[in-house]
């Protein structure tokens, strides 16, 4: 499995930004689909995260100004930012939960990370 993620880049304070993530490769399904993000000198955290049957899971400090969604027939999962604030400042990693073939535990796998960076 294979994941690209696009958009990312630079905005103000107060601004908006769009994540999207392709997952590709053989597999049989996909569970959950989702964000987390790293802040320098921080650990990585969930951002937020979409099931396949679309129930959401948002960590505190993003609810009411991001939203995730995906496309369940384009395997892609995606991450719209408005109200965006410095400390959502960080590398954005795409992340899914993947049923190989089916009857088999689920993986997880990771995207290469797309830099945020929002300024005051």
């Known amino acids: 499995v294979q994941l690209q993620a696009f958009g990312g880049g630079s905005v103000q304070a107060g601004g908006s930004l769009g994540l999207s993530c392709v997952a590709s490769?053989?597999?049989?399904?996909?569970?959950?689909m989702g964000w987390y993000r790293q802040a320098p000198g921080k650990q990585r955290e969930l951002v937020a995260n979409?099931?396949?049957?679309?129930?959401?899971t948002y960590a505190d400090s993003v609810k009411g100004r991001l939203a995730i969604s995906r496309d369940n027939s384009k395997d892609e999962v995606y991450l719209q930012m408005n109200s965006l604030k410095p400390e959502d400042t960080a590398v954005y990693y795409c992340?899914?939960?993947?049923?190989?073939?089916?009857?088999?535990?689920?993986?997880?796998?990771w995207g290469q990370g797309t830099l945020v960076t929002v300024s005051s």
């Open positions: 992340n899914v939960l993947v049923t190989i073939k089916i009857y088999q535990y689920p993986r997880d796998y």
């Open positions: 490769g053989t597999f049989h399904s996909i569970n959950v």
């Open positions: 979409i099931n396949s049957d679309g129930s959401t």
